[in-house]
């Protein structure tokens, strides 16, 4: 998995500096009702936007995946309760399925 990563990262993060150096060019932001602008290169709000709407969307998964989270957590505690020993985990379970097939 760490290598399909590296394999997908790299290539992006080679796009994103070459539309970075591409857009360079000075733009003028300004909020209309403020009396403020700023001089920025081009790249910079496009960036920004982007993070922003990355940002968004992450955190509305986080909260609407929240319930299955719960679930699981719920769950998992559930499972510990019932089964407080797993010392001895699957070798345990392999020595008993093999006394009942010797039996």
Known sequence: MRIVYWILSIPLAILIAIFAVSNRAS???S???LPYE???PLF???????LIGLGIGLAYEWLVNGKHRRAAKRLDG?????????????VGD???IGQDQAS
């Open 38 to 40: 700023i001089d920025l």
């Open 31 to 33: 909020l209309w009702p």
């Open 27 to 29: 733009v003028t932001l």
């Open 94 to 96: 392999q020595r008993a």
């Open 44 to 50: 910079l709000p496009i960036m920004v936007a982007l």
């Open 78 to 90: 559930e499972l510990r309760h019932l089964r407080p020993d797993d010392s001895k985990g699957a």
